[in-house]
């Protein structure tokens, strides 16, 4: 696209002053101090940089009870004493410690306060334990309304999973819960009553069998995890794997099924080593080859938790069976082993600091399960499924949320999203340089948080292409570029309308069954044809309008 530097700095200015004005008018009226607390970087989050969990939990399902600690180790960035702690209602904070001595904690909410009574140092690591006990909410729809999902397989057992996505993980355990800091690395440790098991992230270190008929399973996750990535998954579980040869070398897949769906997830699952080595040439190696892959079994649709992804889609192909394209090529996978599986990296590998992104998890992620259709049949099943699932696109919000308070934008941001990168694909017209431009998201941004601007700079610089007002039009503004034109007298007349100013992008339309890229702007243009119609390339989302 080409580039006028100063209307296009001016309009950005202007365009950015009146989204700015629209979040803070929403801000206003509708977000909460509670939402501030949780959705922003506070003065007792800045100052430290958690670097190690201890999650230490007894789960009593014949109550929906927990009770237990998190022991949390940090990195002081600045001298500062009070820290804030997220743990939500009704969920409590019984005590908590440092160095043994116990700390004054002011609640606000859902934020916990605590004062230090030790000096703070710059550099050092430090830690300290909170206590916390309750009933913690129980899931409404789980995974969207998520918490605790206390539920019984066939058999009458105890099957039990948590979720909590959007909502946070301080609904069921004490942490720094904010997106933009990952802990480096985690050990989940588990207590459940005998004859139950729980997966969580990561790899099994040990099981303990305690003298009060329960059990405990400790869990280490070696990379850095998101907080909404950490699971806890109780159930009659059985346990099968296989080695999937992948680009890092031998990678364990581990799946964990309730005991009477064995024989069914053994057929099923083959979705998965398909998936690993379709995404592989795609995004790059699997992001977490030291903590394997699992596969495990839950009472819900399913969620993306970082290499433990859960699986509820009830062994049918599609969408709970359906075919979210309508094209046919959806009941070729399990949708959920394709979808959550691409969360890995998109989402656990390369994550939003605010939610306000989700786009960057949920639109590469949708657009990742054409790419897989691509991988194992052709270019067109994948074209067709991606456009396919772009019918379903409301243009409700932008796809871009409120910044700071916690709040994501609209649902858009799945097929939408998909199909915009989609489009991207064809202004880059190289199929090779646009797998390199995937693999290189996933290696630049390797294990960080970001946002938006900075995959925005990263897909600017990779491409050539100047995409500020690409992004703009399709991530922070609801309309569909839609291209006005009419044929008469052997003459093409075009132009866009519904766009941002400046947008340009070009796009490629079948004419006289010939394919030829046309440069609309908002202005008229003209063009002679002896063409009676033209079709704009389904690849591209660009609505049109005849006149
Ligand atoms: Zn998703």
Not at 358 to 363: A, K, S, T, V
Not at 401 to 413: A, F, I, Q
Not at 484 to 496: D, S, W
Request: proline content about 3%.
């Amino acid at each position: 696209m080409k580039t006028k530097f100063l209307v296009l700095f001016i309009l950005l200015i202007t365009s950015s002053i009146v989204i700015e004005a629209q979040g803070l008018l929403e801000d206003k009226n509708t977000f909460t101090r509670q939402d501030t607390l949780r959705g922003t970087i506070t003065p007792e989050r800045v100052w430290w940089d958690v670097t190690y969990y201890h999650l230490d939990i007894k789960v009593d399902p014949d109550n929906k009870y927990i009770s237990g600690k998190n022991l949390v180790q940090y990195k002081v960035l600045k001298p500062h004493n009070v820290l804030q702690i997220d743990l939500q209602n009704p969920l409590e904070i019984t005590k908590v410690t440092q160095n043994g001595k116990e700390l004054k904690v002011k609640h606000d909410g859902n934020a916990h306060f605590i004062t230090l009574k030790d000096k703070q140092v710059v550099g050092d690591i430090n830690s300290l334990e909170v206590h916390y006990k309750g009933n913690p909410k129980v899931a409404k729809r789980a995974p969207w309304d998520g918490g605790f999902s206390w539920k019984k397989d066939d058999n009458g057992k105890h099957f039990v999973a948590t979720s909590c996505q959007g909502l946070g993980a301080s609904v069921w355990w004490p942490n720094k819960d904010h997106m933009y800091d990952e802990v480096d690395s985690m050990l989940i440790s588990v207590n459940v009553p005998k004859g139950l098991s729980n997966v969580s992230n990561g790899r099994l270190r040990s099981i303990e069998e305690q003298d009060d008929n329960t059990v405990t399973s400790h869990w280490f996750v070696n990379n850095p995890i998101n907080n909404y990535g950490v699971n806890v998954n109780i159930g009659d579980y059985v346990h099968f794997s296989e080695v999937f040869k992948g680009e890092n070398g031998d990678l364990d897949l581990d799946y964990f099924v309730l005991r009477d769906n064995l024989e069914k997830a053994k057929e099923h699952f083959k979705d998965t080593p398909k998936m690993m080595k379709a995404f592989e040439h795609w995004f790059g190696p699997y992001p977490f080859y030291e903590d394997g892959f699992k596969l495990v079994e839950v009472p819900y649709l399913g969620m993306e938790h970082q290499s433990s992804i859960t699986y509820g889609n009830k062994y049918m192909k599609g969408y709970l069976g359906n075919d979210l394209s309508k094209t046919g090529w959806g009941l070729k996978f399990d949708f959920i082993i394709i979808h959550e599986a691409g969360h890995e990296w998109f989402a656990n590998n390369i994550t939003y600091k605010d939610i306000a992104d989700m786009w960057i998890h949920e639109g590469f992620t949708a657009y990742s399960e054409g790419l897989y259709l691509e991988y194992h049949y052709n270019k067109q099943a994948g074209d067709e499924y991606t456009v396919g699932k772009g019918k379903d696109i409301k243009n409700d919000r932008p796809i871009i949320g409120y910044y700071n308070v916690n709040k994501e934008g609209s649902g858009d941001m799945y097929n939408k999203g998909a199909y915009m990168i989609h489009t991207l694909r064809q202004l880059i017209e190289d199929d090779e340089k646009w797998r390199m431009i995937l693999r290189g998201l996933n290696k630049t941004f390797y294990h960080q948080t970001v946002t938006t601007k900075q995959v925005e700079d990263y897909l600017s610089k990779t491409t050539g292409i100047d995409l500020t007002e690409f992004f703009n039009q399709y991530l922070r503004d609801v309309r569909i570029p839609t291209l006005e034109y009419e044929i008469k007298n052997n003459v093409l007349k075009f132009r866009y309308t519904n766009i941002i100013e400046n947008f340009d992008m070009p796009i490629k339309i079948h004419i006289n069954g010939s394919e030829q890229w046309l440069f609309p702007k908002a202005e008229w243009q003209t063009m002679s044809t002896k063409a009676d119609d033209i079709k704009i390339d389904d690849n591209f989302l660009v609505y049109s309008s005849k006149l």
